[in-house]
């Protein structure tokens, strides 16, 4: 493995309390030294990395893609969805589990993060929280855990039955890791392909109510309170992809109260409302969909109130044949990898005046943490070398044309970007320069 | 690449009449007229040889049997393709079916779908120009334009009438039932306060949720149908609007229909009580003694018939603004 030098760069490092001018030394895949600029002039390198006017930051960890593989590689696969990754500055990416076949067992966790699969950044995933993602009976944890399983989720449909979902929380709980949820109540949403309201109507589509997330949250909530009180243990619930203004009011108040509540929001949540789908944009359609631009101040609130802890992008891809379909019987989901960084900073650094530490740190540190990667999300001597560097200054525009991605389902396709990725170094090897 | 870079919108389709400006309206509306007084001999010329595919996705009677004899009383080859007798059925994707259409020298497609947005698709794959007729629970454009004609032609004072910003100033048009999934509802509601008009929502919760309001300037919704009829009969010119209750789209959603019948049918006593003299309409299919009593449907007040009268007189305006046609320099706006 070789040995970087990173010079002359302002490092932001949340979770070492770094925010200043540092060189960084990375060697045998770990961070070597992080010094004062000028004492490591004499040390050597195989590459040595010039950041001068850049940010040099912990690489960013998504807790939230959708590689495709296997069973759909003709949308994304491992290698190709970890390369956009490491072109929009993630290091660690969670791969979540609604593959086919559905990722529910240690046989098809351990292939698919065999190294054989290709990734080029750091792979981990969740299993399935249930057989087939069926909503109806747990899978292994222990075993799966045992296997590389950082948390378990059905994304892409909810654990409905109060029973198997208490079941799920009280399994995870005992191997302290996270039941992810997509929260949505299907019950209500047959049919729905976008948010409901004005637009929806105008559209003539149907609307998926902004309670069928908030119940679902509720519902969750309080089996926390549940099982803390009745079983004594202390689960830990992630709320993925918060899209209303009130899922994110229980969850503020559940973390009052004391509950290990965590939640993501996604860029296009922050950044986009349900105007975007315009002329019946499919690119524009996702779940949760985009939201009015009440819920869409909210998640802004919940992010820059510390409510949020973490941003996830959701990373959707799907092949333009499956999106070049009528609204409703478009497939959800956009590619997110590529544009994450630049949206936060457009949005919540240089629109909301959120500190660029603090954007880091809800990319790096705090993902890292919900999953519990030790040595990720931070620049500390003997974390691993996984690094970020980017001009914080650059305004640019997102081609998807040009994308890492083997899909181009984006509705950012054009949109300005603030912050451009010039390198991101995975364990100490250079997976992207831009 | 995205959707939005695959292709413009070719002129001459009609999407939506929130792309049609008042003037394009009046265009269409004075085009209609000359077509009609010209011999059939003559207007046979216009589109003569001419490529029209009418593309169905969903049964229809009125709206298809209007646009193919509107098209060919223009002279123009029509081809109807329907969801039950092609490659649609065997999966075939919208875009597929368009392109091919196109590779067999469609020169405009006439689309009725199930789902809302599927024009835009089509026009957007094809280049073509696409007329909507009918998507989903979105918008039936030209259904709008031919309920204007109608109200134009039957409202007292409306004759000979220019069409602009003003025309319908002073008329309330009350619009009842189960506009949630009605695209002719929106159409309406979106076309006529931009003349002027005073549009009234009236129905049930269930099938006029209060997002309906947000269609525009000149909207409002009132869940009484007694004082929205009596309200309209009172201010001036009233028409009246009756919508079946789609029973297909309800998805799961139950009806007491002998309330609602209580509630929202305009029966006889209703009419003559609250606005006997408003003008009464209907797109059809109507289900007599449900939302409409069969005696109105009938009456001397109903402009039912003239409806679909004015609904050929409008396509073949379309088809001709669709093709570009010669001769109708304020049709191809």
Redesign the interface.
């Known amino acids: 493995m070789s040995d970087i030098l990173i010079l002359n760069g302002w490092l932001v490092d949340p979770a070492g309390g770094v925010d200043g001018e540092r060189d960084l030394l990375l060697r045998h895949g770990r961070v070597a030294a992080v010094e004062m600029p000028g004492v490591l002039r004499a040390a050597k390198a195989k590459e040595t990395i010039d950041a001068k006017g850049m940010i040099v930051a912990p690489g960013l960890v998504d807790v939230h893609v959708h590689l495709r593989e296997p069973g759909q590689t003709y949308k994304e696969s491992i290698k190709t969805g970890t390369a956009a990754a490491a072109a929009g500055g993630f290091t660690s990416v969670v791969a979540m589990p609604n593959t086919l076949p559905v990722n529910d067992s240690v046989e098809r966790l351990g292939w698919m993060l065999d190294a054989a699969r290709g990734a080029c950044v750091k792979l981990f995933a969740m299993p399935a929280a249930t057989f087939g993602s069926n909503g109806e009976e747990i899978t292994d944890y222990h075993e799966l855990q045992r296997a590389g399983a950082v948390g378990f989720t059905d994304d892409g449909k909810p654990v409905l039955h109060d029973r198997v979902m208490r079941a799920a929380l009280v399994a995870a709980a005992g191997i302290s890791v996270p039941v992810s949820q997509h929260a949505e109540d299907t019950r209500l949403t047959g049919g729905c392909s976008m948010n409901a309201g004005p637009v929806a109507f105008r559209l003539g589509l149907r609307g998926m109510t902004v309670e069928a997330e908030s119940k679902i949250v509720e519902r969750d909530i309080r089996l926390l309170k549940d099982i803390e009180r009745q079983d004594g243990l202390r689960p830990h619930l992630h709320v993925q992809h918060v899209s209303t203004a009130k899922a994110m009011s229980l969850i503020r108040a559940a973390k009052a109260e004391g509950l290990h509540v965590t939640c993501e929001v996604a860029p296009h949540h922050f950044t986009l409302t349900d105007e975007a789908i315009g002329d019946y944009d499919t690119n524009a359609k996702m779940n949760p969909p985009l939201r009015n631009d009440a819920d869409r101040l909210a998640m802004i609130a919940g992010l820059m109130d510390g409510t949020v802890d973490c941003i996830a992008t959701d990373h959707a891809p799907h092949a333009l044949f499956e999106k070049e379909q009528e609204f409703e019987r478009a497939p959800n989901g956009i590619t997110g990898l590529e544009t994450a960084l630049g949206l936060a900073l457009r949005v919540l650094h240089k629109g909301n005046g959120m500190p660029i530490s603090r954007v880091i740190e809800l990319m790096s540190a705090q993902p890292a943490g919900i999953v519990s990667l030790e040595g990720r999300g931070t620049l500390k001597v003997d974390s691993f070398a996984d690094v970020v560097v980017f001009d914080p200054a650059t305004e640019w525009s997102f081609e998807a044309a040009k994308s890492r991605s083997k899909s181009r389902n984006t509705p950012f396709d054009g949109a300005s970007m603030l912050g451009r990725v010039a390198a991101t170094i995975s364990e100490g090897r250079v997976v992207f320069k831009g | 690449?995205?959707?939005?870079?695959?292709g413009t919108i070719a002129a001459g389709s009609l999407?939506t009449v929130a792309s049609l400006t008042v003037a394009e309206v009046a265009a269409i509306l004075a085009a209609t007229d000359r077509l009609e007084r010209m011999a059939a001999a003559e207007r046979a010329k216009i589109l003569e040889g001419r490529r029209i595919a009418l593309l169905f996705y969903e049964s229809s009677t009125r709206t298809r049997t209007s646009f193919e004899l509107a098209a060919k009383s223009l002279g123009a080859m029509t081809t109807l393709v329907s969801d039950k007798s092609s490659s649609i059925e065997k999966g075939e994707?919208?875009?597929d079916t368009g392109l091919t259409l196109r590779a067999l020298g469609a020169e405009c497609i006439v689309l009725r779908?199930a789902?809302?947005?599927?024009p835009?698709?089509l026009a957007k794959?094809t280049g073509l120009p696409v007329l909507n007729a009918g998507?989903?629970?979105?918008?039936h454009p030209s259904q709008a334009l031919l309920d204007l004609r109608t109200m134009l032609t039957r409202l007292p004072g409306m004759g000979g009438r220019l069409v602009n910003a003003k025309t319908l100033e002073g008329v309330t048009v009350v619009i009842t039932g189960d506009i949630?999934h009605s695209?002719v509802a929106?159409s309406n509601a979106m076309l006529l306060p931009r003349l002027g008009a005073r549009v009234v929502l009236c129905g049930p919760k269930e099938l006029l949720?209060e997002?309906?309001?947000?269609?525009g300037a000149g909207v409002e919704i009132e869940r009484d149908f007694d004082k929205a009829l009596k309200q309209a009969g009172s201010r001036g010119k009233a028409v009246v609007m009756m919508l079946r209750i789609q029973r297909e789209r309800l998805?799961?959603l139950e009806l007491d229909l002998g309330e609602y019948i209580s509630r929202y049918q305009l029966d006889e006593e209703r009419l003559r009580s609250r606005a006997p003299e408003a003008l009464v309409m209907h797109p059809g299919p109507m289900i007599r003694g449900l939302e409409i009593g069969g005696e109105v449907a009938d009456g001397p007040n109903s402009a039912i018939e003239d409806q679909v009268r004015h609904g050929l007189g409008v396509r073949t305006a379309l088809l001709v603004r669709a093709l570009g046609a010669g001769g109708f320099e304020s049709v191809t706006v």
């Open positions: 690449m995205t959707i939005l870079d695959t999407l994707s919208l875009k779908h789902n809302s947005g599927a835009y698709l794959m998507d989903g629970m979105h918008e949630l695209r929106r949720p997002d309906a309001s947000g269609l998805a799961g």
